[in-house]
C-alpha cells in the first residue's frame, strides 16, 4: 500500500529570499495541512530583526496535505527578506476507528501529522542556543533586563550590566571630563597671559638696568680717557728741573701712579 501522505526528510522552512515587487509568492517545497500552519516573516530594510507578517495562505487545492502559497497585503521590495515556515500546532479532532477496525487512511493522516511535527521540532531545536556536550542545562531567568547582557550565575543566566546604562554613564563622564579640560585650558590660559605680562615687566626693568650701566661705563671710560689726556697736556712741555730751583711736590699719601714717567733724583 503506497504512503496517502509521504513525508520526505526536511525540515519546512524556506531559505531566505527577498521580494520582487509582488504581493503572491509559491509554492513551495513543502506540503501543509492546515493554512494555519504558515507563518512568514520579513526583515525590511533598516529593521533590526524578522517580523511575523499578515498574510492569506491558500492551498494549491482541496487535497488534505497540499503545496501552497502566500499572499501579502502589497507587494514586497527587493529590499524585504522572507522566509515562510511551517509551525504546526497539533489538535486531536478525528479518530482513526471507523466502526470496529482501524482507518488506515485516517491512521496514515495522523502518523503524517506527527512526522511534520516532529521535523518541525528538530529545526527549532537547531536554531536555539545549547550547551556543549558535559556542560550543565542553563535556566534564563525570567527578570533578564533589556539591555543588559547574561552572566552564569550557578545554572542560570541571570542579568549582568546594563549596558546602556554604562553607555549613558560613559557618555556623562567624557561630557564631564571635556567640561573639565575646557576649563583647565580656559585657567591655564589665563595664567599663561599673567606670567607672559610680569615676565614683560621684568625683561623691562632689566633692560632700564642694562641701559643705565652701559651709559655709566661709557661715562667711566670718558673720565678716564679725560685724565689720560690731562696727564698728556702736563707733561708735554716739562723739560726737566732747572738747577738752583726749588719746588714744592707736596706730600704723596698714597701709592698711587700720577705720572707714567721716571724724573730721576734731586741731589
Do not use: C
Request: hydrophobic share 40%.
Amino acid at each position: 500500500m503506497a504512503l496517502p501522505y509521504p513525508i520526505p526528510e526536511q525540515l519546512r522552512i524556506t531559505d531566505i529570499f527577498t521580494g520582487n515587487g509582488a504581493s503572491v509568492y509559491g509554492p513551495f517545497t513543502f506540503k501543509i495541512f492546515d493554512v494555519d500552519d504558515v507563518e512568514v516573516w520579513t526583515l525590511p530594510a533598516g529593521a533590526l530583526g524578522f517580523a511575523q507578517a499578515t498574510v492569506s495562505v491558500i492551498k494549491l487545492s482541496d487535497e488534505p496535505f497540499d503545496y501552497f502559497t502566500v499572499e501579502f497585503l502589497s507587494g514586497q521590495p527587493e529590499t524585504t527578506k522572507i522566509v515562510v515556515v511551517s509551525m504546526r500546532l497539533d489538535s486531536r479532532s478525528a479518530g482513526v476507528i471507523s466502526g470496529t477496525k482501524i482507518d488506515p487512511t485516517a491512521l496514515e493522516k495522523e502518523l503524517s501529522k506527527i512526522a511534520t511535527i516532529e521535523q518541525e521540532l528538530r529545526r527549532d531545536i537547531n536554531r536555539s542556543v545549547k550547551s556543549d556536550f558535559g556542560a550543565p542545562p542553563f535556566v534564563i531567568d525570567s527578570l533578564v533586563v533589556d539591555g543588559s547582557y547574561l552572566k552564569v550565575s550557578g545554572n542560570r543566566l541571570v542579568s549582568g550590566l546594563d549596558l546602556d546604562a554604562v553607555v549613558s554613564e560613559l557618555h556623562a563622564t567624557d561630557s564631564e571630563l571635556a567640561t573639565a579640560l575646557q576649563s583647565e585650558t580656559i585657567a591655564r590660559t589665563a595664567a599663561d597671559t599673567v606670567i607672559n605680562a610680569r615676565i614683560d615687566v621684568i625683561v623691562g626693568t632689566v633692560e632700564g638696568y642694562t641701559s643705565r650701566a652701559e651709559a655709566a661705563a661709557e661715562e667711566a671710560e670718558g673720565a678716564a680717557n679725560a685724565a689720560h689726556q690731562l696727564v698728556i697736556e702736563a707733561t708735554a712741555g716739562f723739560s726737566g728741573f732747572l738747577d738752583g730751583q726749588g719746588y714744592d711736590f707736596g706730600y704723596i699719601t698714597d701709592a698711587t701712579t700720577y705720572f707714567d714717567q721716571n724724573w730721576g733724583t734731586i741731589v
